[in-house]
């Protein structure tokens, strides 16, 4: 069984920093698709950034050179940090996992099958 759980959401000021971790079971981080989604509100979820381990991590435009995806292995946990964050980064954001490595590449997500519960972050001007 796959479980998700994300925490370290909140309320930051623009050109703060954020950490969001997610603690999974059930995940290989050697043979799975690995990331994260954001969901803006009246939008839906698009693909932040994900990684597997065959490739590169993949970023979308608006975020590279800002967020960084990390794991640890020791902890079965994922990380987004989150730097230089702006107003329209407010969104909740999901971690995500896949079995299938070949679902991340690097024109990003292509589908997923696992979903944390989200974790909301709001960025103030």
């Given at each position: ?61 608006s ?35 896949d ?27």
């Amino acid at each position: 069984e796959v479980q998700l759980v994300e925490s370290g959401g909140g309320l930051v000021q623009a050109g703060g920093s954020l950490r969001l971790s997610c603690a999974t079971s059930g995940v290989s981080f050697d043979d799975y698709a690995i990331g994260w989604f954001r969901q803006f509100p009246g939008k839906e979820r698009e693909g932040v950034t994900c990684v597997n381990s065959k490739e590169s991590p993949w970023y979308v435009d608006s975020v590279k050179g800002r967020f960084t995806l990390s794991t640890d292995s020791a902890k079965n946990t994922m990380y987004l940090q989150m730097n230089s964050l702006k107003p329209e980064d407010t969104a909740v954001y999901y971690c995500a996992a896949d079995p299938r490595a070949h679902y991340c590449s690097n024109h990003g997500w292509y589908a997923v099958a696992n979903w944390g519960q989200g974790t909301r972050v709001t960025v103030s001007s």
